[in-house]
């Protein structure tokens, strides 16, 4: 019995070997490339909040300014039933004011506080005369042709349906991408919206790496064009929801042995996938995360990751 396994299985593993690792640099055999219209080298994480007051007009204005290639923001539906922009549902850290969106009507939103600190670079403080909370819609009218990267971190229909007939009003389903950690939120979206793109939810995520190491994914078909995830490096250094130390230094460093491959993030390109790194805000940052030949980056800091790629252009990419 065990020789049969020896004479069928040996060989039968070697092919089905050799095919995984033919289709890992040719995908395209097996899989049609996605095609988003652009290559996101420049993501500015909060339309930039390191140099505007985050999600405001204002803000997106500068990091547009600076070129960037994806507005990164989040939204929460009014009492009323107003889609608006901000990165937390409860507004006490942003306006001072203890009240959640869901619960207030959209002219009775707080204005942003005139100083803000950057979350992502603790100590350092943004500043700015926009202090208004926009509407998804003032967004889209204001910055037509630019591609978003819209968050959604509440499990609301109403507010995912909203988003999805706005982008459709707006006729830039091809360059509005869902994104969500939460694997039941990204059904509901997709389901509501087909035709935008998607990032990979943190389940999903976790499945890719697992196929990678089985060396299954060349075999998988995969909906999401974009992995958006966080560069390892900075956990134990900046905001992370892990404690600073020993164990943040242990997690970084297990974290980056195995998520960080050029392979890998290779193989996803040539599949139309791109790899997004967040939240970068130094230029060791860019310079560690580009070396993994990721996509690009997302950062506070519009325009020193301008300043960045102006200094060092990354090599021609087929996305």
């Not at 097996?30 to 095609?35: E, I, M, W």
């Not at 009507?105 to 950057?118: A, N």
């Amino acid at each position: 019995m065990s020789c049969h396994l020896l004479l069928y299985g040996l060989p039968a593993l070697g092919i089905y070997a050799l095919v995984s690792h033919c289709l890992r640099k040719k995908p395209h055999l097996l899989h049609k490339p996605h095609r988003f219209p652009v290559r996101c080298l420049h993501v500015s994480h909060r339309g930039g909040a390191g140099e505007q007051i985050e999600n405001t007009l204002s803000a997106f204005k500068n990091a547009v300014s600076q070129g960037t290639n994806l507005l990164e923001l989040d939204c929460y539906i009014t009492k009323d039933g107003i889609v608006v922009v901000s990165h937390d549902e409860n507004l006490e850290r942003q306006t001072g004011h203890n009240i959640d969106i869901s619960l207030t009507y959209y002219k009775d939103l707080p204005r942003y506080k005139s100083s803000l600190e950057v979350t992502f670079s603790p100590g350092s403080i943004s500043h700015g005369t926009d202090h208004q909370i926009p509407r998804l819609e003032d967004v889209f009218e204001q910055f037509p042709g630019i591609p978003i990267n819209i968050e959604i971190k509440k499990d609301n229909d109403d507010l995912i349906n909203k988003i999805a007939h706005l982008v459709q009003q707006y006729h830039r389903s091809h360059i509005s991408i869902w994104a969500s950690f939460d694997n039941q939120i990204m059904k509901k979206c997709n389901k509501a919206n087909k035709d935008m793109p998607c990032v990979f939810s943190k389940n999903r995520g976790i499945f890719l790496i697992i196929l990678w190491y089985l060396g299954l994914l060349p075999f998988f078909p995969l909906k999401e064009s974009f992995l958006e995830f966080v560069l390892p490096s900075i956990i134990n250094r900046t905001y992370f929801p892990v404690k600073k130390g020993i164990c943040g230094s242990l997690l970084a460093k297990i974290t980056t042995k195995i998520t960080m491959h050029k392979q890998l993030f290779k193989h996803l390109e040539a599949r139309g996938i791109q790899t997004l790194l967040w939240v970068l805000n130094e230029e060791k940052d860019f310079e560690e995360a580009f070396s993994y030949g990721v996509s690009g980056v997302m950062s506070d800091y519009p325009t020193l990751l301008r300043q960045y790629l102006n200094a060092h252009p990354p090599p021609p990419s087929n996305v």
